[in-house]
């Protein structure tokens, strides 16, 4: 009989433990929300562009690229310029290529970041390719666009704009369809 009270201690203590670490994974996603807008990094973009296309002249915002891979990504993925200079209001692409140098099919999402993150509300994207799953067959290349706007409504202050994507490997969780090309 004294060995069923430790017992059950331990066993009410590894309960605890469990709903303990299921309780954090649950708020890991408001935590890292915060933590994100307090230091500033991984700002999600706005949504589709509400106002009028009106082009603001008086103002240049340079909007830089940048992009990287996720550690088990072998694919050549890059902007086809560093940066571009942009009048707030008028829509802009730019492109990205992708190489599958690999000898089998692929397939690849890519997951934007925008900074500084209380300027991201004020960057629309009309057209992007992290929007689907890009599939690659072996030694295939493909130019990607992006299509944005930056709000005239964003804060005089920032001059300068940051999209980064990272690009995933998702082949295991979705393999490619036989035949489909990027797209």
């Given amino acids: 009989m004294a060995e069923s009270v430790p017992l059950k201690r331990l066993v009410t203590r590894l309960l605890i433990l469990v709903v303990a670490m299921f309780a954090f994974g649950f708020a890991l996603v408001p935590i890292y929300d915060v933590m994100c807008k307090a230091f500033g990094i991984n700002g999600k973009t706005a949504g589709q562009y509400e106002g009028s296309q009106v082009v603001d002249p008086s103002r240049q915002v ?4 940048l992009s990287t891979n996720a550690i ?8 086809k310029a560093d940066e571009v200079v942009v009048n707030p209001g008028a829509v802009t692409e730019m492109l990205f290529v992708a190489y599958n140098p690999t000898d089998k099919p692929m ?3 890519a997951v934007p970041s925008i900074s500084p993150a209380e300027a991201a509300m004020y960057f629309h994207k009309t057209e992007c390719f992290c929007f689907t799953q890009q599939v690659l067959q072996p030694g295939q290349r493909i130019e990607m666009p992006v299509r944005f706007i930056v709000d005239r409504d964003m804060p005089k202050d920032v001059k300068h704009l940051t ?9 295991a969780r979705q393999p490619p369809v036989a035949g489909h090309t990027g797209g």
């Fill in 62 to 65: 340079r909007v830089q690229f």
């Fill in 72 to 79: 088990d990504m072998v694919w050549d993925f890059y902007a």
């Fill in 107 to 109: 397939t690849a999402q």
């Fill in 163 to 171: 999209l980064a994507y990272t690009l995933f490997d998702i082949t």
